[in-house]
């Protein structure tokens, strides 16, 4: 959906999350949420062992 809108120079809203790998092919614009319907914004935690090994 997103490869044919761009290959047509159209818009399009898609639901997107943050870190995505669309976001490094493609200018993407995260549009305003003004009522916080969405929740806001997402964040991701890395945790590892002490080993180094991922959890």
Avoid: C, N, S
């Avoid at 614009?29 to 002490?50: C, F, M, N, S, W």
């Amino acid at each position: 959906m997103l490869e044919a809108a761009v290959a047509e120079k159209r818009w399009v809203v898609i639901p997107l999350w943050h870190p995505q790998f669309l976001h490094h092919r493609y200018t993407i614009r995260a549009l305003a949420e003004p009522k916080g319907l969405l929740g806001g914004v997402d964040q991701a935690t890395l945790v590892i062992r002490r080993d180094g090994g991922l959890v």
